[in-house]
């Protein structure tokens, strides 16, 4: 089968670093996504790896390491606004997407 | 910016009746979706479409259909609600290949 691992729920400081683990098992690899929903909206892309290594774009950064089937999310100098879910996502190929759970992160003043 | 509309935002319907929900896309996109979300079991895929008038079931599609006679618009057939499809039902498109996609706002849909 097809899964996607993540932890339901994390809670950071305003301020701090927080790394949001993905775990996944597919059929294929051909690209890790993470998007960002907020409550009550439309997930929005954050990051796109399809190479091991880490990407960095402003306070995010996302890493992958495909023979371990891993993936993080880490968001730097956490604001409040950054209070949402986070969804880890893998495409194993063809036009399909696979989606985690997501993970709901609090950020607390 | 990419825009994905969806025809509604909240729909209530009763059990047994047929339901339409629409989305729109306007930036040429290939691909569109239909995902639904359901608390602790993530987005799962209804169907999706690769062409017009060309689809393809995904994870979740028995109770569904759908019909992309137009580019832009893809739309998403409840033939006789039920209450197990109470959900938020979430559209997106992406252009070819297995790119970003881009979510419409949503409809939850309440059976009744």
């Known amino acids: 089968g097809q899964n996607i691992d993540q932890p339901t729920e994390m809670t950071a400081t305003e301020g701090a670093i927080v790394q949001i683990n993905c775990t996944y098992q597919?059929?294929?690899?051909?690209?890790l996504f993470w998007y960002q929903q907020h409550a009550g909206e439309a997930p929005t892309f954050l990051s796109y790896?399809?190479?091991?290594g880490l990407e960095e774009k402003g306070r995010f950064s996302s890493f992958l390491s495909r023979s371990k089937g891993y993936s993080y999310l880490l968001l730097k100098e956490l604001q409040m606004k950054d209070s949402a879910s986070y969804l880890c996502?893998?495409?194993?190929?063809?036009?399909?997407?696979?989606f985690g759970a997501g993970t709901r992160l609090f950020v607390k003043a | 910016d990419v825009k994905v509309t969806q025809s509604s935002r909240y729909l209530v319907k009763r059990t047994g009746e047929k339901v339409f929900l629409e989305c729109v896309q306007d930036m040429d996109h290939e691909n569109m979706f239909w995902y639904r979300q359901d608390p602790g079991l993530g987005l799962r895929l209804i169907y999706f479409?690769?062409?017009?008038?060309?689809?393809e079931k995904g994870d979740i599609p028995e109770g569904y259909s759908v019909s992309r006679e137009k580019k832009e618009r893809f739309s998403l057939i409840l033939e006789s609600a039920s209450t197990n499809q109470t959900s938020m039902y979430l559209c997106?498109?992406?252009?070819?290949?297995?790119?970003?996609?881009?979510f419409g706002p949503g409809t939850r849909l309440t059976v009744t």
């Open positions: 479409s690769y062409d017009v008038k060309m689809k």
């Open positions: 997106a498109s992406g252009a070819s290949g297995a790119g970003e996609q881009y």
């Open positions: 996502a893998v495409t194993p190929g063809g036009f399909k997407t696979i």
């Open positions: 790896n399809v190479l091991d």
């Open positions: 597919t059929s294929g690899f051909n690209g």
